[in-house]
């Protein structure tokens, strides 16, 4: 399909620099190194499918990260070498006409790093990002200089590298050879290769001491922006609605804004059945556009089997926060004919607060009943309805 464009994030590598930690996985500022690149990915409005090539013993791991993004994407398990991993990628994505290829161990790459390369490619069919050298590069042999550089021919070449899909399978497809880019295959075929500006920042983690400057490198940012200007709104307030409901259960507890509520029967579901809790996940989802709880956690999976919903909401809570959004405000309403609930409602909202990060008076609750009308007035479940505020901060 013309001007479809797919892109293949690679992350399969071994870490064999990083004594024996799993750079790719390893927790950067709150979610995976990986994690970052998928964010710039889906947020640079150009990708409409996504490849997320990992380890097999990844595969379930990294479809828990790519969910919540709204974008087309798959998990394949990469191969032996880098040029395989590439491939399943890019057979992965189906019909497109232009493919980004991205390492995963480069965290700090941004939409607009993205969006340039793509449109740097559309004159040649290939580009790669490069940074000017400013060391004085010499070529060596046993030891001696054979021939000193011309400084200003060399660029230090990173990811994302942008080609037209069909010129990138063919060169794969045109030699066995493994190489270090993909740039290097189409530059053999004859292919001019343009290079756009990449960005300092756009670092690769490749040691130990890389994973250590790359937090560093955040924590800085961080501290010297808040204490520069304090956190910074930079979008309007975001409303976001969420609505549950269950059927009565018997032999299950009867849980709700994180409370045990003593009645004969609880609430189905695959979780701990808190329609309180699922609802104002769904509101705090909604707002932010990241899908809803079903996607998140999803009733198939057996890892959330009888799960603690707060748990579920601090999960989702973190990776907001990550996203650098800002909870302003919920307000949530439990319908139930029985059992009553008004003196439970200051425990939930306690809980809330704790699960939310916020303070108490951010957190209503109320119970109400249906005046005995429809399902939850004759007593066979109970809903749950939920409004909450984001705003996002930072830059």
């Known amino acids: ?38 964010a710039a990915l889906a947020d640079s409005g150009v990708v409409d499918r996504l490849a997320l090539v990992v380890a097999s013993d990844r595969l379930r791991e990294a479809r828990r990260h790519i969910r919540r993004y709204e974008i ?17 990628g890019l057979d992965a994505l189906g019909d497109c006409e232009w493919v980004i290829v991205h390492d995963g161990a480069r965290p700090f790459v941004t939409p607009d790093l993205v969006r340039r390369g793509l449109d740097a490619a559309r004159a040649t069919g290939a580009a790669v990002a490069g940074l000017p050298v400013t060391d004085t590069i010499k070529r060596v042999l046993g030891g001696d200089v054979v021939e000193t550089l011309v400084r200003g021919e060399l660029r230090a070449v990173q990811t994302p590298q942008v080609f037209r899909r069909e ?11 493994d190489v270090t880019d993909e740039a ?19 670092r690769k983690i490749t040691t130990p001491d890389d994973l250590t400057a790359a937090t560093g490198t955040l924590t800085a940012l961080e501290e010297g922006f808040r204490h520069a200007v304090g956190p910074v709104r930079t979008s309007s307030p975001r409303v976001g609605t969420g609505f549950d409901v269950h059927a009565f259960a018997e032999r299950r507890r009867l849980i709700l804004g994180g409370v045990e509520i003593p009645h004969k029967r609880g609430l189905a579901g695959h979780s701990d059945g808190d329609a309180l809790v699922h609802a104002v996940i769904d509101a705090l989802l909604g707002a932010a556009a990241r899908g809803d709880v079903g996607q998140w956690f999803p009733s198939n999976d057996p890892a959330h089997r009888d799960a603690d919903s707060l748990h579920l909401l601090r999960t989702v809570v973190a990776a907001l926060v990550a996203e650098n959004w800002e909870i302003g405000n919920v307000d949530v309403t439990v319908i139930a004919e029985r059992p009553r609930l008004a003196e439970h409602v200051p425990s939930m909202r306690a809980n809330l607060a704790g699960a939310l990060g916020v303070a108490l008076a951010d957190v209503s609750v109320k119970a109400t009943t249906s005046d005995r009308l429809g399902a939850i007035g004759e007593g066979r479940g109970i809903a749950a309805q939920a409004v909450a505020l984001l705003m996002r901060t930072g830059h």
Do not use: C, F, Q
Not at 194 to 202: A, K, L, S, W
């Open 1 to 38: 399909m013309a001007e479809r464009v797919g892109a293949v994030l690679v992350a399969a590598g071994r870490s064999t620099r990083m004594g024996g930690v799993d750079k790719l996985w390893v927790d950067l500022h709150g979610r995976p190194v990986v994690a970052w690149s998928l």
């Open 72 to 88: 087309a994407w798959t998990v394949v398990e990469g191969g032996e070498r880098r040029r395989d991993s590439v491939a399943a």
């Open 167 to 177: 010129m990138l399978r063919a060169a794969l497809a045109a030699t066995t050879e």
């Open 184 to 202: 290097t295959l189409l530059e053999r075929r004859g292919t001019t290769v343009r290079v756009y500006d990449g960005d300092i920042t756009n």
